[in-house]
Every structure is written in structure tokens, then in C-alpha cells.
């Protein structure tokens, strides 16, 4: 490896654990509650490598934020390019994001520093469209292949959807850490999926392989 090269491996390795160590931070004490000692402590680094890698406190929180959102075009392509009915698809990707929203610390932190934006003197992504966007482009090929009801609009639907989703995971957090997110989660498809369907399908045998991890390919 180069000189360049491995100086500018190092500077990536130090922004990332940086970004870590902050996004544990953020995610155990909130943003306010956080401080440049607390991450310096946390991390390792010296308070002159966060000013160097990113300039403030703000621009350390809007970088795990932007990371966040970053977490989920990928994700969605990955499950969207199976070839599984979009329904299918769908619950699928829904259980792999909550996983994440369980078990990322940049991707728990990126959600309550968005909670706390008020807090933030920097202009954060807006949340929720892109998901609303991606729902309903897979219950519109649903409904091109015939398999979402009839009786189904499919951009009103995909904000429900959304919208209960995302419910499901602030109760989640409030009451259990979102530790037996799966489990709710599995109760709401369990509810929703009938309703959703244009022919009866094997729910329980869906959701029992949604819960297990796709290996990556």
C-alpha cells in the first residue's frame, strides 16, 4: 500500500470510529446530553481530530444522521431485486430494517438525534417520503401482478403502512428497547397482510422467514 494510500485509510478509520463512538453517545444520552470531552473519552481521539474530521458537535450529529438515511437505499434495492411477490418483498424488508433500527447504533442514534432536530443547528433530511416512495412502488407492482386486493389504493395504503410501522417502533422503544420489536411486528403483518392480499397466502410460513436474517450475497 502507498503512503497516501494508508494515511488516507487511517483518516477513514479515525472519521468512522469517531461517527461511533458519537452515534453510542447520541443514542444513550441524547444530543444535549452529550459532550466534544464525552466523545473524545468515548472514542479515543483527541477533541483536534473531531474539529478536523468534522468541524462541531452539529456537523458530527448531521453526519451520523446523514448515515442513517443512507443505511436504507441499498437495503430496499437488495430486497426489491428478489424475485419474490412485492408483498412478500416487502415484509421481508420490514423485518431487516427493524433489525437494524434494533441492533445499528448509527442507525438508533440517526433516529433520536431526528426526534431531538430542534436541538441541531443544521438542516437534517427530511424522513418518512423516501419510505412512503418505496412502499408504494411495491404495492403498485403488486397490484400490476395481480396480487394486492382489489379493494386496495396503493399510495394511501403505503403511507398507512408507513405510518404504522414507524408507530410500532416508537411503542417498541417506550416500552421494551424494541427488544421484542419482531414480535410486534410480526402481530401488525399478522393483522395487516390478510387485508392486503388478493389471494390468501401462507402468512405464518412468510413471517417465520422474515424474522431470519438473509444472508448476504
Known amino acids: 500500500m502507498k503512503d497516501g494510500e494508508h494515511v488516507q485509510e487511517r483518516a477513514e478509520q479515525t472519521r468512522r ?15 444535549a446530553g452529550t459532550s466534544i470531552s464525552d466523545i473524545t473519552a468515548r472514542s479515543g ?6 474539529y478536523f474530521h468534522y468541524t462541531s458537535k452539529e ?19 437488495r430486497y426489491a431485486s ?10 421481508r424488508l420490514s423485518f431487516a430494517v427493524a433489525r437494524a433500527f434494533r441492533d445499528d447504533i448509527v ?3 440517526g433516529a433520536r438525534l ?14 418518512f417520503v423516501g419510505w412512503m416512495d418505496a412502499v408504494g412502488q411495491m404495492m403498485e407492482k403488486a397490484r400490476a401482478e395481480g396480487d394486492l386486493a382489489a379493494h386496495v389504493d396503493p399510495l394511501p395504503a403505503a403511507r398507512t403502512v408507513v405510518c404504522a410501522f414507524f408507530g410500532l417502533h416508537t411503542v417498541s422503544e417506550a416500552l421494551d428497547g424494541r427488544r421484542l420489536v419482531e414480535d410486534h411486528l410480526t402481530d401488525l403483518w399478522t393483522l395487516l397482510l390478510p387485508s392486503l392480499r ?18 448476504q450475497g
Open 114 to 127: 431526528w426526534t431531538e432536530r430542534t436541538l441541531i443547528e443544521a438542516p437534517l433530511p427530511p424522513p
Open 82 to 91: 428478489t424475485e419474490a411477490a412485492p408483498l412478500d418483498q416487502l415484509v
Open 17 to 31: 470510529s469517531l461517527l461511533e463512538a458519537a452515534a453510542s453517545l447520541f443514542d444513550e444520552r441524547g444530543y
Open 45 to 50: 481521539h483527541t477533541s483536534g481530530a473531531i
Open 198 to 215: 388478493a389471494r390468501p397466502g401462507d402468512t405464518a410460513g412468510l413471517l417465520a422467514a422474515a424474522r431470519v436474517p438473509r444472508a
Open 107 to 109: 442507525v438508533r442514534a
Open 59 to 77: 456537523r458530527l450529529a448531521l453526519a451520523v444522521v446523514e448515515e442513517h438515511f443512507a443505511t436504507w437505499p441499498p437495503l430496499i434495492e
